[in-house]
Protein backbone atom coordinates (compact mmCIF):
# COMPACT_ATOMS: atom_id res chain seq x y z
CA UNK A 1 0.00 0.00 0.00
CA UNK A 2 1.14 3.95 -0.55
CA UNK A 3 0.79 6.48 1.50
CA UNK A 4 -2.37 8.26 -0.30
CA UNK A 5 -4.22 8.66 2.89
CA UNK A 6 -1.89 10.74 4.25
CA UNK A 7 -2.08 13.53 0.90
CA UNK A 8 -4.70 15.83 1.04
CA UNK A 9 -7.72 16.22 -1.28
CA UNK A 10 -6.68 19.05 -3.76
CA UNK A 11 -9.77 21.07 -4.64
CA UNK A 12 -10.80 21.03 -8.44
CA UNK A 13 -12.29 24.16 -10.18
CA UNK A 14 -12.69 22.41 -13.31
CA UNK A 15 -11.59 23.08 -16.46
CA UNK A 16 -8.60 20.37 -16.30
CA UNK A 17 -8.65 16.63 -18.01
CA UNK A 18 -9.46 13.68 -15.98
CA UNK A 19 -6.27 11.44 -15.26
CA UNK A 20 -5.13 9.25 -17.87
CA UNK A 21 -6.30 5.73 -17.60
CA UNK A 22 -2.54 4.62 -16.86
CA UNK A 23 -2.25 6.62 -14.29
CA UNK A 24 -5.87 5.43 -12.80
CA UNK A 25 -4.76 1.68 -13.14
CA UNK A 26 -1.62 2.88 -11.12
CA UNK A 27 -3.41 4.70 -8.26
CA UNK A 28 -5.80 1.58 -7.90
CA UNK A 29 -3.18 -0.50 -7.43
CA UNK A 30 -2.30 1.80 -4.29
CA UNK A 31 -5.27 1.37 -2.44
CA UNK A 32 -6.96 -1.79 -0.44
CA UNK A 33 -8.87 -4.65 -1.94
CA UNK A 34 -12.83 -4.60 -2.99
CA UNK A 35 -12.39 -0.85 -4.96
CA UNK A 36 -13.38 -1.07 -8.67
CA UNK A 37 -12.77 1.58 -11.43
CA UNK A 38 -15.83 1.64 -13.81
CA UNK A 39 -16.12 2.84 -17.06
CA UNK A 40 -12.73 4.92 -16.19
CA UNK A 41 -15.12 7.64 -14.41
CA UNK A 42 -15.75 6.63 -10.47
CA UNK A 43 -14.54 4.54 -8.06
CA UNK A 44 -16.83 2.47 -6.39
CA UNK A 45 -16.52 -0.06 -3.28
CA UNK A 46 -19.26 -1.89 -1.04
CA UNK A 47 -18.49 -2.92 2.53
CA UNK A 48 -20.93 -5.13 4.62
CA UNK A 49 -22.16 -4.98 8.33
CA UNK A 50 -23.83 -7.68 10.61
CA UNK A 51 -26.83 -4.29 11.25
CA UNK A 52 -28.02 -1.00 9.98
CA UNK A 53 -26.37 0.80 12.80
CA UNK A 54 -22.69 -0.35 11.91
CA UNK A 55 -23.11 0.69 7.92
CA UNK A 56 -24.86 3.92 9.01
CA UNK A 57 -21.78 4.33 11.70
CA UNK A 58 -19.71 3.92 9.23
CA UNK A 59 -21.23 6.22 6.88
CA UNK A 60 -20.93 9.07 9.11
CA UNK A 61 -17.24 8.21 9.30
CA UNK A 62 -16.59 8.24 5.97
CA UNK A 63 -18.85 11.83 5.82
CA UNK A 64 -16.75 13.58 8.55
CA UNK A 65 -13.48 12.64 6.49
CA UNK A 66 -15.02 14.53 3.16
CA UNK A 67 -16.37 17.19 5.13
CA UNK A 68 -12.29 17.10 6.50
CA UNK A 69 -10.95 17.37 2.99
CA UNK A 70 -13.80 19.04 1.01
CA UNK A 71 -14.62 16.49 -1.01
CA UNK A 72 -17.35 14.24 -1.32
CA UNK A 73 -18.61 11.13 -2.22
CA UNK A 74 -21.90 9.64 -2.63
CA UNK A 75 -23.21 6.77 -0.78
CA UNK A 76 -25.86 4.54 -0.85
CA UNK A 77 -26.38 2.97 3.02
CA UNK A 78 -28.76 -0.24 2.94
CA UNK A 79 -29.36 -2.43 5.83
CA UNK A 80 -25.87 -3.81 6.27
CA UNK A 81 -23.91 -2.47 3.72
CA UNK A 82 -22.50 0.92 2.11
CA UNK A 83 -21.56 1.87 -1.19
CA UNK A 84 -19.31 5.04 -1.70
CA UNK A 85 -19.16 6.51 -5.00
CA UNK A 86 -15.86 8.72 -5.96
CA UNK A 87 -15.64 11.32 -9.05
CA UNK A 88 -14.64 14.67 -9.01
CA UNK A 89 -18.18 16.61 -10.11
CA UNK A 90 -16.32 19.47 -11.44
CA UNK A 91 -14.68 17.43 -14.47
CA UNK A 92 -17.42 14.70 -14.79
CA UNK A 93 -13.97 12.16 -13.95
CA UNK A 94 -11.52 11.00 -11.94
CA UNK A 95 -8.22 13.16 -10.19
CA UNK A 96 -5.69 11.89 -8.01
CA UNK A 97 -7.96 13.55 -4.90
CA UNK A 98 -10.74 10.66 -5.72
CA UNK A 99 -7.77 8.31 -5.25
CA UNK A 100 -7.04 9.95 -1.87
CA UNK A 101 -10.01 9.94 -0.84
CA UNK A 102 -10.50 6.21 -0.61
CA UNK A 103 -7.59 5.28 0.89
CA UNK A 104 -8.73 7.57 3.35
CA UNK A 105 -11.61 5.53 3.55
CA UNK A 106 -9.64 2.07 3.90
CA UNK A 107 -8.34 3.27 6.83
CA UNK A 108 -12.15 3.53 8.78
Not at 55 to 60: D, K, M, Q, S, V
Request: overall charge negative; charged content about 25%; glycine content about 8%.
Amino acid sequence: MSDLAAKQCEPCEGGVPPISKDVQFALLEQLADGWSLIRGHHLEREWSFSDFVSALEFTNTAGAICEEQGHHADFEVGWGRVKAMIWTHKIDGLTESDFVLAAKFDRI
